[in-house]
């Protein structure tokens, strides 16, 4: 029933810019912090940030901190993250991921539902 998709990935320089989409659908989007996550080639899966679900609280890995903005269409049902300043470390399948019940907040780490992933390739 849940259902998380992913878009808007792709090969950008260093120092572009990408925005990444996540369509909801299955669950009330507005009552549900979310979030993305990322793996790197050969890597484990990080945590990038996360938001509350009126879009209020935001909360980012220092990784991308002052780069990466989340946010959130609740009528829409759509999540967001606007990548800027891209460094080939960013290169990774960037997931969508859903909060396991409707108190869990933009800094915890308590998922069930995940996206394909969409990938984010950083090039010269």
């Known amino acids: 029933q849940v259902q998380l998709v992913e878009s808007g990935g792709g090969l950008v320089q260093p120092g572009g810019s990408l925005r990444l989409s996540c369509a909801a659908s299955?669950?009330?989007?507005?009552?549900?912090?979310m979030y993305w996550v990322r793996q790197a080639p050969g890597k484990g899966l990080e945590w990038v940030s996360g938001?509350?679900?009126?879009?209020?609280?935001?909360s980012y890995a220092d990784s991308v901190k002052g780069r990466f903005t989340i946010s959130r269409d609740n009528a829409k049902n759509t999540l967001y993250l606007q990548m800027n300043s891209l460094k080939l470390e960013d290169t990774a399948v960037y997931f969508c991921?859903?909060?396991?019940?409707?108190?869990?907040?933009?800094?915890?780490?308590?998922?069930?539902?995940w996206g394909q992933g969409t990938q984010v390739t950083v090039s010269s």
């Open positions: 991921v859903k909060a396991s019940n409707v108190w869990v907040g933009p800094r915890d780490r308590e998922w069930d539902y």
């Open positions: 299955g669950f009330i989007f507005s009552s549900y912090s």
């Open positions: 938001i509350i679900s009126g879009g209020g609280s935001t």
